[in-house]
């Protein structure tokens, strides 16, 4: 967790994922990144998962996330 300014930033580097695999959930000031890769046969292949804690002064409501081109994943919340 980055502070930058008056927001707070969590990275990731899911570019092995495409959107549709990625979920992204928050609780109790939790960020939780899910990503699976499914092969053709049924089969997982590759996952990932990266759980943090926002500090106490996020606002809950502002929580949002944007998946760049390169498949980096933002995720930025204002401070209180």
């Known amino acids: 967790v980055r502070a930058q ?4 930033q969590v990275v ?3 570019s092995q994922f ?6 992204v959930t928050t609780s109790n000031c ?3 990144i899910q990503a699976e ?12 998962t990266h759980k943090c804690q926002l500090p106490e ?3 809950p409501l ?3 996330c944007i998946l760049t081109e390169t498949g ?5 919340a204002r401070r209180r």
């Open 5 to 8: 300014g008056d927001t707070y």
């Open 12 to 14: 990731a580097d899911v």
């Open 18 to 23: 495409e959107p549709p695999d990625i979920v």
């Open 30 to 32: 939790h960020v939780a």
């Open 37 to 48: 890769k499914v092969a053709e046969d049924g089969t997982v292949c590759d996952t990932f």
């Open 57 to 59: 002064d996020t606002d």
């Open 62 to 64: 502002s929580v949002s």
């Open 72 to 76: 980096t994943l933002v995720i930025t």
